[in-house]
């Protein structure tokens, strides 16, 4: 059984940035991939990124692509995901998500075994 939980989440500025952390317990989460996906008020959650188990993949949504990158350090049971360039509309409860089985269907939710309860992220001026 893995626990995941995420922080690092606030009110921000557009233009701002912030780094949210997804951190887990047990050693077997460096073994998973794990993606981040983000839900809006009245919205259907959405996929954000996505790194494999062991970091060397990456893929991203259309609309974070080239201001948000994910990142893991399996020594510490961590992954990241620094969001540059905020924007309003980037303005969700953002999940960690964990995936044992390594699948390809990555942005899909039902890909995912593990999910914390997230973190708001409001960039708002």
């Known amino acids: 059984q893995v626990q995941v939980e995420e922080s690092g989440g606030g009110l921000v500025q557009p233009g701002d940035s912030l780094r949210l952390s997804c951190v887990a317990s047990?050693?077997?989460?460096?073994?998973?991939?794990t993606g981040w996906f983000r839900q809006a008020p009245g919205k259907e959650r959405e996929f954000v990124a996505h790194?494999?188990?062991?970091?060397?993949?990456?893929d991203y949504a259309d609309s974070v692509k080239g201001r948000f990158t994910i990142s893991r350090d399996n020594a510490e049971n961590v992954v990241h995901l620094r969001m540059n360039s905020l924007k309003p509309e980037d303005t969700a409860v953002y999940y960690c998500?964990?995936?044992?089985?390594?699948?390809?269907?990555?942005?899909?939710?039902?890909?995912?075994?593990?999910w914390g309860k997230g973190t708001l992220v409001t960039v708002s001026s």
């Open positions: 790194i494999s188990w062991s970091g060397a993949s990456t």
């Open positions: 998500a964990a995936d044992p089985w390594g699948g390809s269907d990555f942005t899909q939710t039902s890909q995912y075994e593990y």
């Open positions: 047990g050693s077997t989460f460096s073994r998973y991939s």
